[in-house]
């Protein structure tokens, strides 16, 4: 079993900064990519943020690009992504995931509001 938990939201006026994190514990392997997904509200589209490759390959998605930094730390199992210049349309619940081989885990989220 995989358990993921994001910490670092909260409340940032716009053009601020905040950074969000993803502690992973359990067994992982052949994992493929890991990365964060937004949903501004329950039942709409979830919107794919940022991704990292196990080699180090990242992508953006293009209204975040520029602005929004994905990293990894391989030994403290963190996922790390630093948002600046943050936007009132930035305003989401941010989940982290992890792809391997044998599924997706995700997970439970961390709220970012950004005021006007």
């Known amino acids: 079993q995989v358990q993921l938990v994001e910490s670092g939201g909260g409340l940032v006026q716009s053009g601020g900064s905040l950074r969000l994190s993803c502690a992973a514990s359990?067994?992982?392997?052949?994992?493929?990519?890991m990365g964060w997904y937004r949903r501004q509200a329950p039942g709409q589209q979830r919107e794919l943020v940022a991704?990292?490759?196990?080699?180090?390959?990242?992508m953006y998605a293009d209204v975040v690009t520029g602005r929004f930094t994905i990293s990894r730390d391989s030994a403290k199992n963190t996922l790390d992504l630093q948002m600046n210049s943050l936007h009132p349309d930035d305003t989401s619940a941010y989940y982290c995931?992890?792809?391997?081989?044998?599924?997706?885990?995700w997970g439970q989220g961390t709220q970012v509001t950004v005021s006007s």
């Open positions: 359990g067994r992982m392997s052949s994992i493929n990519n």
């Open positions: 995931y992890i792809a391997m081989v044998r599924g997706a885990y």
């Open positions: 991704s990292i490759t196990i080699g180090g390959m990242t």
